[in-house]
T-cell receptor, first 115, second 115 residues
Framework: AQKITQTQPGMFVQEKEAVTLDCTYD???????LFWYKQPSSGEMIFLIY??????QNATEGRYSLNFQKARKSANLVISASQLGDSAMYFC????????????FGKGTLLTVNP | DGGITQSPKYLFRKEGQNVTLSCEQN?????MYWYRQDPGQGLRLIYY???????QKGDIAEGYSVSREKKESFPLTVTSAQKNPTAFYLC??????????????FGEGSRLTVL
């Protein structure tokens, strides 16, 4: 079974600085996908970024980038120029091979951006 | 605008009562999912459905039931057999685009409290 681990229960960052949120996974599937979602205090899950296992380049979406290190099985999220609105829970999720597209989520990291 | 509507947003029930959480989407997505979230935990998959009239158990299906009679609707019933039903429940549908990454689009959630 796939396993996904977020080792940082909480992180603090100063406004306008960059922050890295860690995510590691364990799989023997050759084809898989990795996602990051943001959950504000209101509860909805907001998709941020996706990385496929065969993608040659690290994914980027605006201020979000994914530091994908396949050999180390890590998929860390980098948020540049943090904003107060970035304060939220962040979840890493893994999608294995096969056709059922089930996502397995980590336990999350609570990010607090300080002014 | 297209989206997923979950209702009710907050629900209180007495022990021993069944309760049904509604999930309706107008995104024309084929696949729909139910996840459960407990405090300090990630999301855990309860049930999913890839097509009308078909659904599969997720990792924590015991004490829950679903139906998928229409493409737009995927209601979740929390039965009295669920030992610890107090949680935040999130419904999602899978985004249809090529290539299909497995990205999920989420509703705003329903918070169930058993008194």
């Amino acid at each position: 079974a796939q396993k996904i681990t977020q080792t940082q229960p909480g992180m603090f960052v100063q406004e306008k600085e960059a922050v890295t949120l860690d995510c590691t996974y364990d799989t023997s599937d050759p084809s898989y996908g990795l996602f990051w979602y943001k959950q504000p205090s209101s509860g909805e899950m907001i998709f941020l970024i996706y990385q496929g296992s065969y993608d040659q380049q690290n994914a980027t979406e605006g201020r979000y980038s994914l530091n994908f290190q396949k050999a180390r099985k890590s998929a860390n999220l980098v948020i540049s120029a943090s904003q107060l609105g970035d304060s939220a829970m962040y979840f890493c999720a893994f999608r294995g091979g096969g056709s059922n597209y089930k996502l397995t989520f980590g336990k999350g990291t609570l990010l607090t951006v300080n002014p | 605008d297209g989206g997923i509507t979950q209702s009710p947003k907050y629900l209180f029930r007495k022990e021993g009562q069944n309760v049904t959480l509604s999930c309706e989407q107008n995104l024309n997505h084929d696949a729909m999912y139910w996840y459960r979230q407990d405090p300090g935990q990630g999301l855990r998959l309860i049930y999913y459905s890839q097509i009308v009239n078909d659904f599969q158990k997720g990792d924590i299906a015991e004490g829950y039931s679903v139906s998928r009679e229409k493409k737009e609707s995927f209601p979740l019933t929390v039965t009295s057999a669920q030992k610890n039903p107090t949680a935040f429940y999130l419904c999602a549908s899978r985004v249809d685009r090529a290539p299909n990454t497995g990205e999920l689009f989420f509703g705003e959630g329903s918070r169930l409290t058993v008194l």
